[in-house]
């Protein structure tokens, strides 16, 4: 099970491709004070999309760039399934990724316990 890191490698660069195929990659960054929002997924300042862009996808590109370990639990999957627009072609595709990812977390976690 050590190539679960490379997998969720995997996922994260096709969520920024999905991302840019279909034209929710922002070229500007958000001012701070959206990017430090104390609420989950920045859900009062952005939105899920930005979230994943500003704050998931680089947060997750440290923590496997640098070894640290993985979050012991993920729920992005069942918050993109609430927030995301379900007549948006790009939104299946995304939710299958963002899915991905959190079976490799749990699968990493369980492994860990072992």
Same mark, same amino acid.
């Given at each position: 099970?050590?190539?679960?890191p490379?997998?969720?490698?995997?996922?994260? =660069?096709?969520v920024?491709?999905?991302?840019?195929?279909?034209?929710? $990659? !922002?070229?500007?960054? %958000?001012a701070?004070?959206? &990017?430090? #929002?104390?609420? @989950? +997924?920045?859900?009062? *300042?952005?939105? +899920?999309e930005q $979230?994943?862009? $500003?704050?998931? =996808?680089?947060?997750?590109?440290? *923590? =496997?760039e640098? *070894?640290? @370990?993985? %979050?012991?639990?993920?729920?992005? +999957?069942?918050y993109a399934?609430e927030? =995301?627009?379900?007549t !948006? @072609?790009? *939104? !299946?595709n995304? &939710?299958?990724?963002?899915?991905r +990812? !959190?079976?490799?977390? #749990?699968?990493?976690a #369980?492994?860990?316990?072992?």
């Amino acid at each position: 099970m050590h190539d679960i890191p490379n997998r969720i490698a995997d996922v994260l =660069l096709e969520v920024e491709a999905n991302l840019r195929i279909h034209g929710k $990659w !922002d070229e500007h960054k %958000p001012a701070p004070n959206e &990017l430090n #929002s104390q609420i @989950p +997924f920045c859900m009062d *300042t952005l939105k +899920f999309e930005q $979230w994943l862009q $500003w704050i998931f =996808l680089p947060k997750m590109k440290v *923590t =496997l760039e640098e *070894t640290h @370990p993985l %979050p012991a639990r993920s729920g992005i +999957f069942e918050y993109a399934e609430e927030c =995301l627009e379900k007549t !948006d @072609p790009s *939104t !299946d595709n995304l &939710l299958v990724l963002l899915k991905r +990812f !959190d079976d490799l977390i #749990s699968i990493q976690a #369980s492994v860990q316990r072992h």
